[in-house]
Structures are given as structure tokens and as C-alpha cells.
């Protein structure tokens, strides 16, 4: 399958990925004939020019982290894109968006296409999941009661859960978590960005539990 559509940022018509592969070609299956013709202008690291979508997933998969992240939907929060691109630099399990399906991918860079997204229309259902998965769940919001995130590590089998930019976690959300995290902060704002704390979040987990050599 090839995946031709630009992905990286940068200035008006200035080329980015890699011209038309020289001859001959390789044959392994991994290698996408139009990309091999046409070049590759996605962004992916250089050990993935010219392969497939599916060949890069497969590779991926084996080595995908135990934390999840999850993230409400439910006035169509811009953030999204965001958190999938970002989820997939630090090659969480999946993505889930919990409430309404549909979501700007915009922010995504199409990198939605790399990370495996579910969706659960409820918080119910998306709970039965996580039972189901034997997954802690861990809000990150500076709730009432909530401990700092820089206080104790993360479960490493765990869901990273995101409410929208504004309201923040639900009201059916909260009773359901496992804890609740807050993100150390030091200025006159009241939060961060939703998706600004995604990354601080999962980064924190990287550097407690991924193998960073």
C-alpha cells in the first residue's frame, strides 16, 4: 500500500524525504514499488524509506510499549491529532478516543496510520476494556487529590487518560480511574494544553520504564 501524502512540516515547495531509489531495485516485499519510483516524502526515520505502511506497522508492533493513552472526545477536541502523533514517537500500544468517533487528524501528520487507534463510544465500555486488560488507568489532571506525577513511577501496564482542552477529565471518567497524576507546575496558569501534557506524561513513563540504550 503506498502512503505518498506529505507529512513533514517546512517551507513552501522545499522537497523533503528522498528522491526515486536508484536501480536496481530492492526486492524484498517490505519495499513499496511506487515509492521505489517515485521517492519517499514521508515523515519516517531513514530506516523506513520506501516501505510499506503495513511492513512499517509490522515492524513496530513487536516492540510497542505496555502503556496506552487515552484521551475523551466529546465536544471534538483539536488536540487529538496531537496526542496520536506524539503516542506514536514514544510507540504506545494504542490510542483510545472515548466518546465521539470521529476526530481531527490534521495534528496526527498522518502518523494515525502507523499507531493502532480504538474507539469506545462510552466510558463504560472503555472501562470494561481496560478490566478486561487487567490495565491501570491513570488520569493526568490537577484534580483535588491527585498526587504529582514526579512523585512515584507510573504502573508500566497502564492507560494514560486525557481529558478535553477546557473541562478536563469527565465527570464519568473520574470515579473510574485507578489515580490521578498532576504535572508539576510553576507559573500563573491555571493548566497546560491537553496535548502539551500527553507528551509529559508519556515521556515521563519512557524515562521510567523504557529501555533507553
Known sequence: MSDSGL???GPPNEPVGVGPHPEPWPEEP???PELLAGGDRRNVVDKYRYW????????LDPRRHPFHVAIE???????????VRTANAFLAAEVHIVGKRRWNRRGAMVTDRYQHIHHHATVSQFKAWSDQNELTL?????LPGSTPLEADPLPRRCVLVF???GPGLSDQMRPVLDQCRSIAQFGSTR???????????????IVQHANLA
Request: glycine fraction near 12%; hydrophobic fraction near 45%.
Open 73 to 83: 472526545n466529546w465536544q471534538h477536541d483539536m488536540n487529538i491529532g496531537t496526542v
Open 138 to 142: 491513570v488520569g493526568i489532571d490537577n
Open 191 to 205: 493548566s497546560i494544553n491537553a496535548g502539551v501534557a500527553a507528551g509529559v506524561a508519556m515521556h515521563t513513563w
Open 52 to 59: 510499506t505502511v503495513e511492513a512499517i506497522v509490522a515492524d
Open 7 to 9: 507529512d513533514a512540516g
Open 163 to 165: 481529558g478535553q482542552e
Open 30 to 32: 517490505r519495499f513499496d
